[in-house]
Nanobody
Framework: VQLQASGGGLVQAGGSLRLSCAAS????????MGWYRQAPGKQREMVAT???????NYADSVKGRFTISRENAKNTVYLQMNSLKPEDTAVYYC???????????????WGQGTLVTVSS
């Protein structure tokens, strides 16, 4: 399973960006999907997650500003980021728990990351 993230870039504070992450390869099913981020000198942290049924969870720092969604038919997860702040600057990684074939183990996969830079 490969995860391809896109949509990062440079934006001014208060602006918006939308990240996308598409899963490809041999996929039987995807459970939870999510976005994580890692700022320079900091540990990777959870930003938002979404279950296959659409239940969401957000880090306190992004609640009310970010929205995670997914299209199960396209094996794609999105992150709409509004009211961006300089402290949102980080490399954003998508993540998925997926099963490649029926009855196989659920494995965890990471995308390559996309850089989001918010200028003040």
């Amino acid at each position: 399973v490969q995860l391809q993230a896109s949509g990062g870039g440079l934006v001014q504070a208060g602006g918006s960006l939308r990240l996308s992450c598409a899963a490809s390869g041999t996929i039987y099913g995807i459970n939870d999907m999510g976005w994580y981020r890692q700022a320079p000198g900091k540990q990777r942290e959870m930003v938002a997650t979404i279950t296959s049924g659409g239940n969401t969870n957000y880090a306190d720092s992004v609640k009310g500003r970010f929205t995670i969604s997914r299209e199960n038919a396209k094996n794609t997860v999105y992150l709409q980021m509004n009211s961006l702040k300089p402290e949102d600057t980080a490399v954003y990684y998508c993540n998925a728990d997926a099963r490649r074939i029926a009855m196989s183990r659920v494995m965890n996969y990471w995308g390559q990351g996309t850089l989001v830079t918010v200028s003040s």
